[in-house]
């Protein structure tokens, strides 16, 4: 097998404090997840090993990284250390949805 192919409908969903994550990929170097975020939903703040990057396919969120805020819409991406205190929020007036990639993969 060269590839692995995950499909639309298919990953492993999770909830957590309203926000939706589908885990579509994950090894122990790499986790890919598809986040949605309703409405003024918020992530807490995390801090662990590895780097991260988002990319916002709808929807806009506000990136709040050591102290610094971003604001991401559709076609944004933002790539960080996992080290940095970090945190997501969708202050859009729909819902929010982005790509997260980490490295390695700590979160779930």
């Not at 819409?73 to 929010?96: E, F, M, T, Y």
């Amino acid at each position: 097998m060269n590839a692995i192919v995950i499909r639309a409908n298919e990953g492993e969903i999770v909830e957590r404090d309203g926000i939706r994550y589908t885990i579509k990929a994950k090894s122990e170097k790499l986790l890919v997840m598809l986040c949605e975020l309703e409405i003024g939903k918020e992530t807490p703040f995390y801090e662990h090993t590895g780097e991260e990057l988002r990319f916002v396919l709808e929807g806009e969120i506000e990136c709040s990284i050591g102290g610094e805020k971003y604001i991401l819409k559709a076609g944004d991406a933002i790539w960080h250390s996992s080290k940095i205190p970090h945190k997501v929020k969708n202050v859009g007036k729909n819902r929010a949805v982005y790509v997260a990639i980490g490295t390695p993969a700590t979160f779930f």
